[in-house]
């Protein structure tokens, strides 16, 4: 029986390639690097990945203090919540189901929340920040259990990516992936609402 579903954040709930593209412009800019298009495109949201792929070269601490100092409400405008996300949200309260939310996104997670008034929806956020180890890493998802006082048995994990797939087959829960089609994941969707039928087939068995 199904419990809690925990999901990430970045393009699963939120499409937020506009503000990943502006952010990887707004630093390379500032620190005179130039990023060759095919980079440009392997996006991250993980900061420290961020200054490991393109900016090795700079000193850690003047990285994190500009990068630290920008005005994220600037970005605010160029995310979108995905189809359906406020209706598989609302389905999931509204159902007495835990919902908690596990990103390698930092500071700006609970901002765009508040943006979107989703806040309200989750039980548990959990960051970046709040984990030494971030996924692929299964730490963050099995302290959210921990914190929800759910089995693994209990959970199903939404995500996008195979770090994703790794992170909730490490912490033994089923895996949904949402748009990509990594190989590992339990389930495969294209839209959101299709959570609903998911549900349906774990609490029947």
Known sequence: MIKAVIFDLDLVLINALKEIFSLNDYMSKHFKIKL???????YTLDTEAIRKRFYSKINKKEFYDYYKNRDFKDYLSS???????????????????????????GHSTQLILNYFKIAKYFDSVLTVYDIKKPKPNPQPIIKTMKTLKVKKSEVLYVGDDIIDVRAGKGAGVSVVLYTNKFKGADYYIKDLIQIKNI?????AR
Not at 199 to 203: F, G, M, S
């Open 36 to 42: 060759p298009k095919k980079k440009r495109l392997l």
């Open 79 to 105: 995310i979108k919540v995905h189809k359906n996300a406020r209706e598989i949200l609302k389905y999931l309260k509204n159902n007495k189901y835990k919902i908690a939310l596990v990103t390698n996104r």
């Open 199 to 203: 549900l349906e087939v774990e609490n």
